[in-house]
């Protein structure tokens, strides 16, 4: 069945240590996201890739990085994490970026999250 | 700025019995869609239904239906016949001119034996 995969489900770290958390996909979509998510509030959008093209959030922190090698991969990046970074992290795929017109080609399939605990 | 509301924190239902969840949204838009959204304790987000604004009819998929009424606004989702799997918490979406699927706050539904 074709699926977002998220690794690992649950990752444990240390104040101030760099900490990668990946995603792939086998939809052969165009477009990846990655969300923050923080008890009983809604996901928040980090960035997401069009392609290869990059589109960061304007309240993205600068700790938060991304990379999409290629079109089935991509890679959130915390450079030093802080306890405020501990959440899940949800990855997500569209055949097509959100636009004004809210087709359903943009419709958004997430992995089962990331669980990031900063000790 | 786009806005999606969701006044119902918490609610309730029996099973076996019909629930619905409320959705309002804010926008000038034209064209626009709304996406429904399941996530349980697990914390995965699965889609649920999606409805365009020209189409025709109400949106439906399997026990899942949308009570799409274009001129309040309003996209509210029915489940019919809940189960216990239905407990979890329900977002309404829409991307709209932020470029951005915009969410509301979030139901948190609990089926009850």
């Known amino acids: 069945d074709a699926m977002v995969i998220q690794n690992p489900r649950y990752q444990v770290t240390q104040f101030g240590k760099p900490v990668t958390l990946s995603c792939s996909q086998t939809?052969?979509?165009?477009?990846m996201y990655w969300y923050q998510q923080k008890s009983s509030q809604a996901p928040k959008l980090l960035f997401h890739y069009y392609d290869k093209d990059f589109n960061n959030e304007a309240d993205t922190p600068d700790n938060f990085q991304s990379r999409r090698p290629n079109t089935s991969f991509c890679f959130l990046d915390i450079r030093s994490p802080g306890l405020g970074d501990a959440a899940m992290y949800l990855c997500a795929t569209s055949r097509d970026p959100p636009s004004v017109y809210g087709t359903s080609s943009e419709t958004q399939y997430f992995g089962p999250g990331t669980r990031l605990l900063v000790l | 700025a786009q806005k999606i509301t969701q006044t119902q924190p918490g609610m309730f239902v029996q099973e076996k019995e019909a629930v619905t969840l409320d959705c309002t949204y804010d926008?000038?838009?034209?064209?626009?869609?709304l996406f429904w959204y399941k996530q349980p304790s697990s914390g995965e987000m699965i889609f649920l239904i999606y409805q365009g604004s020209y189409d025709q009819q109400n949106a439906t998929e399997g026990r899942y239906s949308l009570n799409f009424q274009k001129a309040r606004k309003s996209a509210n989702l029915v489940i019919s016949a809940s189960q216990l799997g239905d407990s979890a918490m329900y977002f309404c979406a829409n991307p709209g001119s932020a470029r951005q699927l915009t969410f509301g706050s979030g139901t948190q539904l609990t089926v009850l034996p």
């Open positions: 939809l052969n979509h165009n477009v």
């Open positions: 926008t000038s838009d034209p064209s626009y869609g």
